[in-house]
């Protein structure tokens, strides 16, 4: 899609009907499921000064959820701006020696493990107890329980993300009115969601490359995986096709997009054939808080390492450590 059209370009998928007060019931059955956050010193012979908690929480049907937080060394209980990050598809939360850039800067920072991934790239700690009850899927997650929204896997996800937040802002340390989240790619497209679905408790958001928007457009456009699962799954199973595309409008951030009040900072590579641009600027568009775009003409589905520094200064700039 040419430039000046993918910054008009507004996605064409209608909204479900009662989409807040959906989602609303998906929370609040998650909150009166959830059991007590539990923190356990990590590795302390090992980080030294740098303090780290292996984290379990309750995210969606208040499946038990892993996660790190970590704080800069000699903060001690200090109330400080938070960010909590969001996985690529297929990882899981890794180690904690790869989330140390942030609390090296002044920042706190909560890494939230990916239910039922972590098999590819990073390590995850995390199952994924709703899959009993799904039907058949395409190997990976994105038509998992695709049926309905109610069964569907990104829905748990999803859940897990907005709760990750509400947890972050009742943890010791955490300065609820500085709260940021972000992620790349799957990472991305949850941070999007979980600042639609968490209302104020968010100030920041960065979303680069983000996954899981414009799905109309998406699963038709690119025959990259992940989105080629659910081109791949609906080519055999034609009696799905209706309930899966409605199934998507639930989880879809470019219709969640609308909902953002944080300040946000999205990227997208003009050469992406996985997360393509036209599907970036679906969500963009629609978002109405402040915003901003990092456009990158030849870079494809990754970041060019340069803009890390204007992710922390962009989040000096907001969450003010």
């Excluded at 991934?117 to 039907?135: F, H």
């Amino acid at each position: 899609m040419p430039a000046d059209q993918l910054v008009a370009y507004r996605t064409p998928t209608v909204e479900p009907e009662g989409l807040d007060q959906w989602w609303e019931v998906r929370l609040d059955e998650a909150r009166a499921a959830a059991r007590p956050t539990v923190l356990t010193p990590h590795e302390p012979e090992v980080y030294g000064s740098l303090p780290v908690a292996d984290v379990e929480f309750s995210g969606a049907d208040g499946d038990p959820i892993r996660a790190w937080y970590l704080r800069p060394p000699g903060s001690g209980d200090a109330p400080l701006p938070t960010v909590v990050t969001f996985i690529g598809y297929g990882g899981g939360r890794g180690l904690p020696v790869e989330h140390t850039l942030l609390p090296s800067t002044g920042f706190a920072v909560f890494v939230m493990d990916t239910r039922g991934q972590g098999g590819r790239w990073s390590v995850g700690a995390t199952g994924d107890p709703g899959a009993a009850l799904a039907g058949p899927a395409h190997p990976g997650m994105l038509t998992r329980g695709i049926e309905k929204p109610e069964s569907y896997y990104f829905t748990r996800l999803i859940v897990d993300a907005a709760r990750a937040v509400e947890v972050v802002a009742g943890l010791d340390g955490v300065d609820r009115d500085r709260i940021a989240v972000t992620g790349v790619s799957q990472g991305g497209g949850l941070a999007l969601a979980a600042a639609a679905l968490s209302g104020d408790l968010v100030k920041l958001c960065h979303a680069d490359v983000p996954f899981l928007c414009d799905f109309q457009r998406a699963v038709t456009l690119t025959g990259k995986p992940p989105y080629s699962e659910v081109a791949d799954f609906l080519a055999q199973n034609i009696h799905l096709v209706p309930a899966a595309l409605d199934t998507l409008r639930y989880v879809d951030c470019a219709l969640l997009a609308r909902r953002i009040t944080a300040e946000c900072l999205l990227t997208v590579g003009l050469m992406d054939d996985v997360c393509p641009p036209s599907t970036v600027y679906a969500a963009y568009n629609e978002i109405k808080a402040p915003k901003d775009i990092a456009v990158f003409p030849f870079t494809g589905h990754s970041l060019p390492r340069g803009h890390v520094e204007r992710q922390l200064r962009h989040l000096r700039s907001v969450l003010k450590p």
